[in-house]
């Protein structure tokens, strides 16, 4: 079946660790995006690629950074930078350049410092 | 850039229609999304409107006016189970950046 894994489903961090968010998806999808939920709030884009080796930020990448070396997969790496980790964080991927932009989401990570 | 502004928050009661708004600011535009999500869940895609006027899935349907940059997702004969969080989500610009709403709670009532 084809669908977008994340993993893990949860996540604790230290202070002042790195830690990485993994994303796979066998889709076949060249646009890939990390978003970040708060509590009772929405989806706050991290960074999203278009295709293999591209990268872009969006509205929140302060303290974030991701890697795009295979189609498949789009790991995000939350930084001792990330002043507020804590949060739940969503992958997704999309087909490139289609005019509908229905997206398929992971199940999410929740990442929490302790 | 780009925004979306929806309700925080709506109370509807099982069998009854209610509509969700959804007001959006975009560089460019490709269509406006919308998608469920239930407690933490992973979001789903729900419809999608290119073109200005009504597209109806089933007890859903959702409108957009591109001139008033004005959408909105109405679902009719609710049931419990459709009480979660409702996004409205663009494409914005050339690229592929796909931007979400603050979302709407939806609360459905015995």
């Known amino acids: 079946d084809g669908g977008i894994t994340q993993s893990p489903k949860y996540l604790f961090r230290k202070e002042g660790q790195n830690v990485t968010l993994s994303c796979e998806q066998n889709l076949n999808h060249d646009a890939m995006y990390w978003y970040r939920q708060d509590p009772g709030q929405g989806l706050r884009l991290i960074y999203y690629s278009q295709i293999v080796n591209d990268f872009q930020k969006g509205d929140i990448a302060e303290g974030y950074s991701v890697s795009r070396e295979k189609k498949e997969s789009f790991p995000l790496t939350v930084t001792s930078a990330q002043k507020n980790p804590t949060a739940f964080y969503l992958c997704?991927?999309?087909?490139?350049?289609?005019?509908?932009?229905?997206?398929?989401f992971g199940q999410g990570t929740r990442l929490t410092v302790v | 850039g780009q925004s979306l502004e929806q309700p925080s928050e709506v109370t509807a009661v099982e069998g009854a229609i209610v509509q969700i708004n959804c007001t959006y600011q975009?560089?460019?535009?490709?269509?406006l999304s919308w998608y469920q999500q239930h407690d933490g869940g992973a979001p789903t895609f729900l419809s999608y409107?290119?073109?200005?006027g009504l597209e109806e899935t089933g007890r859903f349907s959702s409108f957009l006016s591109r001139s008033d940059s004005y959408g909105y997702l109405l679902l009719q004969e609710l049931q419990m189970k459709d009480s979660a969080s409702y996004f409205c989500?663009?494409?914005?610009?050339?690229?592929?950046?796909?931007?979400f709403g603050t979302g709407t709670l939806l609360a459905v009532q015995p």
């Open positions: 409107n290119a073109l200005d």
């Open positions: 989500a663009v494409r914005g610009g050339a690229t592929n950046k796909l931007i």
């Open positions: 975009t560089s460019g535009f490709y269509g």
């Open positions: 997704a991927s999309r087909i490139q350049g289609a005019q509908n932009t229905e997206a398929f």
